[in-house]
C-alpha cells in the first residue's frame, strides 16, 4: 500500500492558470453526499470537454509536476463509460490526475473520490483496513453520477467500471466481488512485519494535516462481519487493479465467482513486487482475469512525477518512503506511458467493445 503520510493537502492541491492550452480535457470538483460518513466527499471528475473553461494545471508544487485540463469546460455530447477511481492509503486522488487525463482524452468519465481516513494529512492506522467504507465511497460517487442531471445526461450507467491502486485497489476488488480474510490478513502481517503491515504498529498518524499519536492497531480486533462481507455493486462491469493491497487475504471462492474483466498489473518484477500486493495468483483464479506487469518499476512509480529536487523537499518535510524513486533503469514518465497504454486497452475492451 502507500503510506506517505506527510504530504499536506496543500501540497498537492495547488492549481494556477496554464500558460499552453492543454488538450480538451474537463475537470470539476464536485461535493458527493455520504450519509454514512457523516459529511459529504471531495470528488474530482475528468471527462472530455468541448472548448472553454478555464486552463489550469492541477497538482503543480515545488515537488511534483502538475497535469493541465480546463476546469469547469462544457461537457462533451454524447454518453461515456464511467470509471470511479479509488487512490492508494496516505495518497489523494489529485495525484492520479496523470492517468486521469489520459482516460478521458480516450473517452471516460472518470470520477474519484478522496478517501476520509485514508487520505493525505487526514490517516490514521484504526482506518485503513475499513474496506466497507472505501466501497461505499465508490458507490455513493455512482450514484451521484447516474443520477444527477448533468453527468446522468452522458454517463452511460451501463458500463462503469473500476481503477484502483494499493488499497484503493483492494476497494476496487471487493466493489467488483471480492471478499477478504482477517484471519489470513493478521496471520500475514504477522509473518511480514515490514512495508504495509509496520503502519500498524502504531505511532503515529494524521488529521488536519498534523501528526497525531495513536495506539497499535490490533487487526485481530477489527470489526470481523464488516470486513468480511460482500461490497458488491452489481453496476460495476470492469475491474483494473494496480498492486491491489491485502492480496494475501481475498478468498478464492469469491473470487471465482466474479464474472466481470479484472484485469491485474503489477508495478516491478517477480523478484521486487512486495508480497503484499502480489497479483498473479488473484488474475489465475478469476474467471476473466489478466496479469501485466511492469519492468523497471516501483510500487511508488504510480504516483505523479516529481520535479528535480523534489525527493529532498519530500524528505526535509518528514516523508520517509520513497515517492520520487523508481526502478533505475526507467522515468517515470517512461513508466507511465506504459502504464496509460495498459489501463487504457484493459478498458477499452471491457466498456467501450460490444458488452
Known sequence: MTFSRILSAAMLTVVFTATAQAAEVGMREISVAAPERGRDLQVFVWYPAEAGGEAIVLGDNKAFKGVPAFKNAPLLKGRFPLVVLSHGSGGRVQGMAWLATELAKAGFIVAGPNHPGTTSGDSTPADTPKLWERTKDLSAVIDAMTADQTWGNVVDGDRIGVLGFSLGGAAAMEIAGARASLDAYAHYCDEYRK?????????????????????????????????????????????????????????????????????????????????????????????????????GAIHFSFLQECKPGGAELLKETGEVDPICADGGSRSRADLHTELVGLIRDDLQRSLQGPM
Open 195 to 295: 512495508w504495509d503491515c509496520v503502519w500498524y504498529a502504531g505511532g503515529i498518524g494524521y488529521r488536519d494535516d498534523a501528526v497525531v499519536h495513536v495506539d497499535k492497531l490490533d487487526l485481530r480486533k477489527v470489526d470481523k462481519a464488516r470486513f468480511e462481507q460482500s461490497n458488491l455493486d452489481r453496476r460495476i462491469k470492469a475491474a483494473v487493479l494496480v498492486d491491489p493491497g491485502l492480496a494475501l487475504a481475498f478468498d478464492a471462492a469469491s473470487l471465482k465467482a466474479i464474472a466481470i474483466p479484472m484485469d491485474f498489473i503489477n508495478l516491478g518484477s517477480a523478484d521486487t513486487i512486495p508480497l503484499g500486493v502480489v497479483a498473479d495468483k488473484l488474475a489465475a483464479i478469476a474467471p476473466r482475469g489478466t496479469y501485466a506487469n511492469v519492468e
